[in-house]
């Protein structure tokens, strides 16, 4: 099973409401000894490194084939600990922080001496973040350290939802996978650069802008392609994300619209011997299947919905999954629609669009 000779990963088991505290005590020793961990939050699988272990946080960048210019996100217990990895913090963080902490949010701070280079990037600033997953908190607690955790997938992969995806990606690789079922919140955490003046949101994620918006008006968001401009010099924001093996191409705008585009587009590629893999909200795909059904009964065509135009949260939720899907099929093109970019929806168009490598139609 495992990559590493004498690697072997451990998969253990756990209930995400009241975790074994066996389990959450052997994972934090591994932690402890420097070995990496992958542990359930909130938003997707991290894999966890003790980040005051200059060690460990080596290891985390070879598990993951990450770069050493994408900054780490560092994980704390509660909002008293961040004061022990970032210094000038804020009067804004404690209302952030009774607000959305625990919970995903990653607020990025002028960093301590402790926090190195490695985890930082070379920055001045450290990425902060107390998530509520029940194993994580227990987790974190356990070991007693500041833990640095990217999302548990191997770079360029969708971010992992689920433990399997945790152990397609990185199995013999890590010491132990702590398996608490699909993750409730799906994409990742919205990063708040609170070093900036106006405040920056460089991911949207799992606490919505309109959300973020209610304690700080005035904030700005400015992911990689917000208004379909020129990437930005932005940490982490220039690196090719995930991309789907088969071109993924984003199609916007309501769900007649968006249906009637695809499936003639569908229609043309599959005429041109091309199979094409289809990814969209529910209400999109039915709209669809009458226009593509001879294309789809010759198996030209393969499906994947996640969640509903109507059921942003679901959506949010089996993105990824749905994703790591479709990579598994036979299919030389992808074709994706999207729910409005409201509330999570931000998030879903901002992932699409990084996939789609900005192969975008607005229709
Ligand atoms: O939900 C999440 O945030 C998950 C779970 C495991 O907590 N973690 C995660 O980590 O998504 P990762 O490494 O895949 O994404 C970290 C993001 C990147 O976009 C990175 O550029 C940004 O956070 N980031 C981290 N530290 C930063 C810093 N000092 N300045 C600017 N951006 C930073
Ligand atoms: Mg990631």
Request: charged letters at 25%.
């Amino acid at each position: 099973m495992s990559r590493h000779e004498g690697h072997l990963t451990r998969v253990l088991r756990v209930d995400a409401k009241e975790p074994d505290v066996h389990a959450i005590r052997e994972a934090a020793a591994a932690l402890l000894e420097d070995e990496l961990v992958a542990f359930p939050t909130e938003t997707v699988y991290g894999l966890g490194a003790n980040a005051l272990s200059a060690r460990a946080v080596q290891a985390l960048f070879e598990a993951k084939g990450r770069p050493a210019t994408d900054p780490i996100i560092v994980h704390v217990a509660s909002a008293a600990d961040v004061r022990q990895i970032a210094r000038d913090v804020p009067a804004i963080v404690d209302e952030l922080a009774a607000r959305f902490w625990p919970g995903p949010l990653t607020l990025v701070l002028p960093k301590l001496p402790i926090v190195t280079d490695a985890i930082t990037a070379g920055l001045h600033t450290v990425g902060v973040r107390v998530p509520s997953h029940p194993v994580a908190q227990l987790l974190l607690r356990e070991a007693g350290v500041p833990v640095a955790a990217p999302s548990a997938n191997r770079f360029s992969r969708p971010s992992p939802t689920h433990a399997r995806h945790v152990v397609d990606d990185l199995d013999g690789l890590v010491a132990i996978v702590l398996d608490a079922g699909p993750a409730s919140v799906g994409v990742e955490s919205t990063v708040l650069d609170l070093t900036v003046s106006p405040f920056l949101v460089r991911r949207p994620g799992g606490v919505s802008v309109e959300e973020l918006r209610t304690i700080v008006p005035d904030i700005v968001v400015r992911s990689r392609y917000a208004h379909g401009g020129e990437p930005l010099a932005a940490p982490g924001q220039l690196l090719r994300h995930y991309a789907p093996r088969a071109e993924l191409t984003l199609y916007l705008g309501d769900t007649k619209a968006v249906a009637t585009r695809m499936a003639a587009d569908t229609r043309a590629l599959t005429a041109s011997g091309a199979r094409v893999g289809i990814l969209a909200p529910e209400e999109d795909l039915l709209a669809m299947a009458p226009m593509i059904a001879s294309q789809a009964a010759r198996g030209k065509v393969r499906t994947v919905g996640y969640g509903a135009r109507r059921d942003v949260a679901r959506a949010a939720r089996e993105l990824f999954a749905a994703l790591r899907t479709l990579d598994a099929e036979d299919v030389d093109k992808i074709l994706a629609s999207a729910p409005e970019a409201q509330q999570l929806g931000a998030a879903i168009h901002d992932r699409l669009i990084r996939a789609a490598e900005g192969r975008v139609r607005y229709v």
